[in-house]
């Protein structure tokens, strides 16, 4: 499995009749930060750079260059890093956030007090958080949608979608799910993995 090195997430609003109507108070609560190199954005069609301090908002799709990285904060609950080569798209609503990845390498951090409303979904999997520190990796299409998630601290909920197949994942485990395989089980995370995740510790959740 190819890792990376160390030094390589909502508003809208609307004009009717001259008005400007404002967006609710949770659609504001994603920030960029820590932007390096090209990352952009897809919203309604339209493609931007995003920079620090962005606001990002539900349906952004974020794409992240070579070389290049984002972390997506929702400041007090969890934020997440994505990596050189990645995409994220942001799905929330007042009680909820599911953050799917088409592709790519994405770290998060999760206060286990604040973020429990956060789920990932893959092309195989959906992920929900109980609190942790942890990996996922998501090949592209034509790769038989290969997922790949390790957990360095806490656990999660690994759903396998199109099965009955749910398991728990612990600190130190990992799991691999080609496809939709109902046979995929948790593995000893290799040490790669977690050390690769240790660099989510300087994510500031403020």
């Not at 609560?29 to 606001?55: L, P």
């Not at 934020?79 to 929330?92: D, F, Q």
């Amino acid at each position: 499995m190819k890792m990376w090195n160390k030094t390589g997430f909502l508003f809208f609003y609307f004009l009717a009749a001259g008005i400007l109507i404002s967006a609710p108070a949770w659609a504001s609560d994603f920030k960029a930060s820590g932007v390096s190199g090209k990352v952009t954005a897809v919203r309604d069609g339209e493609t931007r750079v995003v920079a620090e301090g962005d606001a990002l908002e539900n349906g952004d799709r974020i794409l992240t260059a070579e070389d290049s990285r984002l972390d997506v904060i929702k400041a007090g609950a969890w934020g997440y890093r994505l990596l050189a080569s990645s995409e994220s798209v942001i799905h929330a609503d007042e009680t909820k956030t599911e953050i799917e990845m088409p592709q790519g390498n994405v770290i998060f951090k999760v206060n286990p007090m604040q973020g429990r409303d956060l789920s990932v979904r893959t092309p195989v999997v959906v992920v929900a958080v109980r609190g942790t520190q942890f990996w996922g990796q998501v090949l592209p299409a034509g790769t038989s949608h290969n997922s790949t998630f390790a957990v360095r601290e806490g656990d999660v909920e690994v759903t396998v979608v199109g099965s009955e197949n749910k398991m728990m994942l612990q600190a130190g485990q990992a799991i691999d799910v080609q496809g939709e395989s109902a046979t995929a089980a948790a593995r000893e995370a290799k040490p790669a993995e977690l050390d690769a995740i240790s660099q989510i510790e300087d994510l500031a959740l403020e």
